[in-house]
């Protein structure tokens, strides 16, 4: 089975299941149902798959594995070049975890069920061909398509400002790429191939031209992250979003902006980086501290599940740009974290959403008493989203603020980076402050939901989670108690990778100590 | 590996994970009386823990598995038993016991009581994470923890929207505490490289500094400060308290375990675990000093004015808590600690004491709708009285040992803080004395001012209930004579070994010594308080209101607590949410959407207009276009 091309596997079945389900005949009912379950078929053997490839991975090497390459474009160098480290394959697995569950969850689609699963399945494709990509131009493809299928989805099967949402994203997303696009052609321009392995080996770029690449590649990853002030997007795009949609949005769409600054700004523009570093230290304090407050005064409850994402989010930009293991590891864990548990949060919103088909927090109170089952994996999703140390959350934020907080402790350092770096305490304090906040949206919406007299008959006619909610609700909440216990099986098996991204940086160098 | 050692820890979260998941197929009974049973087999144990760990004066690590790991970080799961933590697994376990037997009859009518016991069984296994962490990540864990189930006990009765209300607040404020405890472990990382104690301990006298805001600060000095913000907020010392007295809406039994016994003192508990640490920053000692010293006095003045007899004991608890923060704050960790056990046993006893008077009123908690009870529920009249004479330290009382070497610490410190600490706890002294016997008094004695209804239905209350209060009434008798020695006496130094830090000049010690008219003070205040309580609330009834009347705004001060809850209210709340609304409506939507992607569709829909009103179909206006535009390019060529 090594032999196997897997990557290629995981990443073109889903688009195979595309083609299957035009073969799905009768009436409009069946069509939808059977299309579900080919999908949900489709995409549980992807997850096995990948775990396949989780077996077959060595953690302990840091270099890129299962690596396929065929020349693609040969004039120009392009290559289809697939292959995965740690970083990339915990973000393939969340995304074919969260996958069969997603659509196990989706139950209630009003029409076109099955094109609505052929956008989810070539949703799958491209996000994992973005996870693994390692050409340049391969990647930008993948990035940008996942874009269509998104677009699609909200805008087809969104809610009733569908075509705003819809638009708002795409222009954002779409402004932010076409930058990328650029800086992308500029690197190929000036050293002539789009082989990533061969661009992270070789020597990097002059300081003025880096910085020029940073901020292109910022413009793309900020919006996809998304980092205050374009985040704008996300709110309406959760807001107008079928569930499932929701759910991939935040589950692993979010991730691919941090992905995207973990491959390519920080390895192959470290100086830039550095530069740039208090700008992404300003902008993730202004978006912990900014977004919580906004969500602080939030009615609807996606909307507030939407700011809170920017929020944490903050803590993945300030943890990547601490320049130490503890940031990084931080950051990683909270991409993970928040994958898991900001589209559990959106699963609790849609289990709400199909029985009482509103999000205004005014229309419920006292849900608790209908629904007790549901009430216990909800509690447990708001501490997580809260980060109480024991859930993944808490890993994670704990981890980025502690990287931020000892920025100063890498030696030996030059004058002017001890400068910048001792700005690490005030940055973790200021940061740390959206714990406090995090925990008063977040408590303030269950309160809110669940508690008090129950206000009205429709809470009144409530029904408890069924077994599917409560299996897939379930799962997700193990596995993020799991990952908050057991923080150490995501650590070491990201720990290589990480600490060999920080070797090739060479933070030390980027900070030459000053010769008197 | 089922050690004795690991079942006291596990056995409260096996009973969590049964009631909490079987609740329903155990039913009611079988829930509280499996939880009441793993939790008296774990009190059990922890006796016989203490017995090795603190009077044979063992200690080890049980390191169960790794956490995080990160780098040169390391963080282990691990239970790490000396003498502390022995004394305050004896104080959890035990009093966590009683409590759950006392909740059988106290909760005797709630529907919801698997999830009660569940959440008290959660509670009690955070709390024995937090007191056997042998590093401040784990420590932080249990802390979180218990504010966990804190929260989800204040807000047993989630229908009510005041118990809403209180369990949101005492999470938040105590988020603000935590906010503070989480950035002292980083700096303490930052410190040391290290977040075990005694990787700590090793390296004590550090010197770095680092910045905040541009000042250069010591890193130790700040980080130790941040740990007691974190304290503060779980110990509901005076700026973080507010969320204390909120949180009586929970289940009184609620009140007795977390909100007297052991939640509130793991601040106390966390400094004591430190103090070799806080040993060497000598200015966060003297806030510490200063802050216990006015949240015991301005505490006790707000329990003198309120009327809910819960309400009441939660301001005592809050200024008994001031002196065990003092005692840490002038060095006295071993008076600290004797209080801490002490007031477990006397303060979880007048609260289940209290929570037998509401049960037998039928959930009156009024003072001013009781009084002539004593006849009628003698029993818990007795031992409230056992109680109350311990809280005001009366000799031979359990309080009585524990707050005269408290006060004679402070006296003895010989420093400016030790002398304030003093002053206000004395002062404090007379009015914990005044307060409890007014209550006392409002609530048994005199005439009955509940209706006759609901007196005829005055009871006492089930076996269950007062044999939980009788064993606690041993314990505020007995235990301040029988571990003074251990304590704070000739055998500390066997006892504590090297858990607790004594500083050069080793106040206890010096505590033995001070002068006659120091020692009796704190007797004095306590019995001229009564006197006093007796006076005003049972021989002269009037004169509390005449009181009230010639110092109307201090009454007024005092009865709204300071002012606390407002002040915060103008200064944090709501401008958050005002700033909140701001950010949203002009920041996101009519700023960043407005220039941004709004303004852009807008842009592109005005350009579209414009093209094509150029697109008229007139021959002419393209020919003319045609003409200009070659005439332009031949220029621009020629030139």
Known sequence: MSTWPLLTLITFLPLLGVFLLLFVRGSHEDVARNSRDVTLIITFINFVLSLKVLLLFNPADPSFQMVEKYPLIPSLGISYHMGVDAISLSLVLLTTFLMPLTILMSRHIASRGREYMMAFLLLETMMIGTFCALDTMLFYVFFEAVLIPMFLIIGIWGGGRRVYASFKFFLYTLLGSVLMLIALVAIYLKTGTTDLTVLMAGDTFPLEMQKWLWLAFLASFAVKLPMWPVHTWLPDAHVEAPTAGSVILAGVLLKMGGYGFLRY?????????????????????????????????????????AYSSVAHMGFVSLGLFTFNIYGLQGAMVQIISHGLVSAALFMCVGVLYDRMHTRDLAAYGGVVTRMPRFAVLFMLMTLASVGLPGTSGFVGEFLALLGGFNMAAVAPLSEVCQARFSYGPTVALLAASGVVLGAAYMLWLYRKVMFGEVANENVAALRDVDTVEWVVLGILGLVVLWLGINANALLQFLEPSLTALLSHMNVPALCPPTVP | MLSTEVLAVFLPLLGFVLAGALGRRLGAHGAEYLTTALMLTAAALSISLFGTYALDGQHTTITLMSWMSVGPLSVDWALRFDALTAVMLVVVN?????????????????????????????????????VTADNLIQLFFGWEGVGLASYLLINFWYKKPSANAASMKAFLVNRVGDFGFALGIMGIYFAFGTVSFDGIFNQLGIETSFKLFGWTLDAVTLSCLLLFMGAMGKSAQLGLHTWLPDAME?????????????????????????????????????????????????????????????????????????????AVGVGAYGAAMFHLMTHAFFKALLF???????????????????????????????LMWIGSLALAGVPLFAGYYSKDIILESAWASHSAAGQFAWYMGIAAAFMTAFYSWRLLLMAFHGQPRASAEVMSHVHESPFVMLLPLLVLAVGALGSGAYAYDWFVGEGRFEFWRTTLAVGEHDVIHAAHDVTGWVKHMPTLMGVSGIFLAFIAYLWVPKLPGALVRMFPSLHALFYRKWLFDELYNALCIRPALCLGRVFWQSGDVRLIDGLGPNKFAEATKNAADELHAAQSGYVYHYAFVVVFGLAALLIWLTW
């Open chain 2, 250 to 326: 929970g289940p009184t039994p609620v009140s007795a375990l977390i909100h007297a016994a052991t939640m509130v003192t793991a601040g106390v508990f966390m400094l004591c675990r430190l103090s070799p640490l806080f040993e060497t920053v000598p200015e966060v000692l003297a806030v510490v000093t200063i802050l216990g010293a006015l949240t015991a006095f301005v505490a006790a003045t707000i329990g003198l004015t309120q009327f809910d007899i819960k309400r009441v004991i939660a301001y005592s608890t809050m200024s008994q808590l001031g002196y065990m923060f003092f």
């Open chain 1, 265 to 305: 700004s920080l390895p192959l523009l470290p100086d830039a980086s550095l530069y740039f570093a208090p700008l992404m230290w300003g902008l993730a304090i202004v978006a912990i501290i900014y977004t919580s407050l906004v969500a602080l005064v939030q009615t609807d409850m996606k909307k507030m599940i």
């Open chain 2, 352 to 382: 289940l004491g209290a929570g037998s008077v509401i049960h037998a009123l039928s959930d009156e908690q009024d003072l001013r709708n009781m009084g002539g009870l004593w006849k009628k529920i003698p029993v818990t009249w007795a």
């Open chain 2, 94 to 130: 035990g009093v966590s016991a009683m409590v759950h037997l006392y909740s059988i009859g106290y909760m005797h009518h709630d529907p919801h009581r698997p999830r009660f016991f569940a959440y008290l069984s959660l509670f009690t296994f955070a709390m024995l994470m937090l």
